[in-house]
């Protein structure tokens, strides 16, 4: 038997990690599917929900951009596909033109109460929780 490097090692780590990280996403897709969500969407409501408690309370979708894993252009893709269904609304920053806020809607609150529950438990399961 061969002795394994530490390249190898390195390597199978990696390996383990993506294949974890692929199950626990499908798992959590197909629990969110009949609410018309997946992991990215119900991601982006929790983030929102957890920044901003209370109701009206804005984020930066540049705060978000940092906490998805998700490219700057996909987030943005997200982010309208949830705006058209009512989910989140967006803002500019008055202070900073470039900016755009996203806050999460009344809809968009209740559904992420709804589902949290329900992606918990996928997460459990896909982990072994």
């Known amino acids: 038997m061969a002795v394994e ?3 190898a090692r390195l390597e199978q780590r990696w ?3 993506l294949a974890v ?3 626990t996403l499908g798992e959590i897709d197909r629990a969110l599917h009949p609410y018309g969500l997946g992991a990215s969407d119900f991601e982006v409501l929790d983030l929102l929900a957890a920044g901003a408690p209370r109701e009206g309370e804005q984020c930066r979708v540049q705060n978000l951009a940092g906490r998805v894993h998700l490219s700057q252009s996909a987030l943005s893709r997200l982010i309208a596909r949830l705006e058209k269904d009512g989910l989140v ?4 920053c008055l ?3 470039r900016g755009v ?3 999460l809607t009344s809809r968009g609150r209740d559904l992420h109460a ?3 529950p329900v992606q918990r438990a996928a997460l459990a399961r896909a982990l072994g929780e």
Request: glycine content about 0%.
């Open 89 to 92: 609304e967006r803002s500019m």
């Open 5 to 7: 490097t530490a390249d």
């Open 114 to 116: 709804e589902t949290l």
């Open 95 to 97: 202070e900073d033109r």
């Open 15 to 17: 390996r383990d990690i």
């Open 101 to 103: 806020y996203v806050t």
């Open 21 to 23: 990280h692929a199950r």
